[in-house]
């Protein structure tokens, strides 16, 4: 018989959230999407055979709590942003062991053509 323990990921790719961050004024006063990449690891979860939300992390949850947090405060760097979003997630999702918050911004305000700037930040459940 298989294991009832399996080692799981799961990802959110591409949540938008509109908030107030960054170094330049303008940015917190007018605001600009960011992008958000969630990765989360579970060492032990029986989700795969009971079939049962309350054995995994609910991503819904997830993304509801990232939306709540990105917009709660202003932070002046994607650094600090995506080390609070980390943070939070394992402290609201015990079932978590480890997360990868990647933030990106669509239109960073720098003299140069980009799609996009971004930073990733891992944490892991001490």
Known sequence: M???EHPLRITIKGLEVFAYHGVLPE??????????DIGLSQKQTSAPET???????????????????????????????AAVVADDILERFPAVDRVKVRIAKTSPPISHPVSQ??????????
Do not use: H
Not at 27 to 36: D, V
Not at 52 to 70: G, K, L, P, Q
Not at 121 to 126: E, G, M, P
């Open 2 to 4: 298989a294991s009832k």
């Open 27 to 36: 940015e917190k006063k007018q605001g600009q999407p960011f992008l958000f």
């Open 51 to 81: 079939d049962d939300i309350a054995d995994t992390v609910d991503y819904a949850a997830v993304c509801d709590r990232v939306a709540e947090v990105a917009t709660a405060g202003s932070y002046n760097l994607l650094e600090k942003l």
């Open 117 to 126: 700037v971004a930073v990733m930040l891992k944490r892991t459940r001490a």
